[in-house]
């Protein structure tokens, strides 16, 4: 919270004196058509542009450091892993997390939700005793948290995302000797597995989705009339205005990401409200400032929420699981939570009717919401090492 706080000040300082800049080489010019005297304002000219590159140099400097001294938290044992890696996954640059008690353990991948979204930290301190039994891996997506810059939204697709998590099942399979990985996938991330096991069930044992998308049109159209439904009979009436305004979704644009989020926003604070839902609450903040993430991964962090979700989430509407993923050679595990109204539990049970893989099941969590891995978590980690590595 320091570092954003000072990067806010420094910021402030930074523009006021760009806009001195500005100011003083426009009365510099005017002085000079008038053929008045130009050395006062080329006085403050140059104090301004003193002023503007301290701030800058500032600025860049303690980017660096923080930037520099991210870490994951250490793992005490003599075969454990905690670390913070940077990998190259065809030509783009991106970041994960390794973390476990025993490098021999079997390799788990978690794929978090988004696009555009991290959570090294969240999974890290929800469910950290699958570090006892895994090898607990985190990615940072292309175009979120440390990720951010690893390639251009406007040219992000599906495809983008299944290339990169294969090299990176590739990468760590070489790395920790094992022929085959596990499979989390969290929201955007369940939808990712899936394509993955997909093209690739060579690579893994299973995989498990929690708040599992399946529909992503018709999700955006359940959503956005449960919100319309729920605000109507509590009488939210500038929630309703918003939503008739903008008119049903899904949406498409620059200004996708504003419009889902009035529906959204309003789904995510209707379920922490019910009594029925158990550890209800995101820990936003805490996980941006962990120690996972520098002074530029921490701004990365909300810049990848709004920017790559706006850019790649539109270009989902055309997939639908039932259809396009209707055989699977990988068992599949399906982590529900019963109150789950951001990713409608109907379709996932549509979705498991027509699936046909080795094994499939729905494990419903009673006292969750979209996120039974925080909801739950407890059951998550006991249900996890259930499918995963149970007899």
Known sequence: MVYVIIFGILTAIMGIALIGIIVNAVLTIVAALLG????????????????FTVALMLNIGLISVSQSRAYTPKINGLNSVAELTRVELNGRKQWISIRGKDKNNPVLLFLAG????????????????????FVVVNWDQPGSGKSYGAQRGADMTAETYIEDGHALTEYLKERFGQEKIYLIGESWGSALGIFLIARYPESYHAFIGTGQMVDFAETERID???????????GDKNIVKSLKHNGEAPYYGRDMVWKSAVYLNYLTAYMSSLPEVHDP????????????????????????????????????????????YAKLDVPVYFFTGRYDYNAPTSLVEEYVEVLDAPEK??????????????????????????RFLGD
């Open 36 to 51: 008045r005297s130009i050395k006062r304002p080329l006085r403050r000219l140059t104090k301004a542009v003193i002023s």
């Open 224 to 234: 956005y009339h449960k919100a319309l439904e729920i605000a109507e009979s509590r």
């Open 114 to 133: 988004g696009p555009g979204g991290t959570q090294m930290a969240a999974v890290r301190r929800e469910l950290a005793e699958l570090e006892d039994h």
């Open 281 to 324: 609450g995101y820990k936003t903040l805490d996980d941006a400032m962990s120690e996972e993430y520098g002074l530029l991964d921490k701004i990365n962090f909300f810049r990848g929420i709004a920017f790559t979700f706006n850019e790649v989430y539109q270009t989902l509407y055309g997939i639908d699981l039932r259809k396009d």
């Open 361 to 386: 099941e729905i494990v419903w969590f009673e006292h969750s919401a979209h996120s039974p891995w925080i909801n739950e978590s407890d059951k998550f980690v006991d249900e996890v090492i259930n």
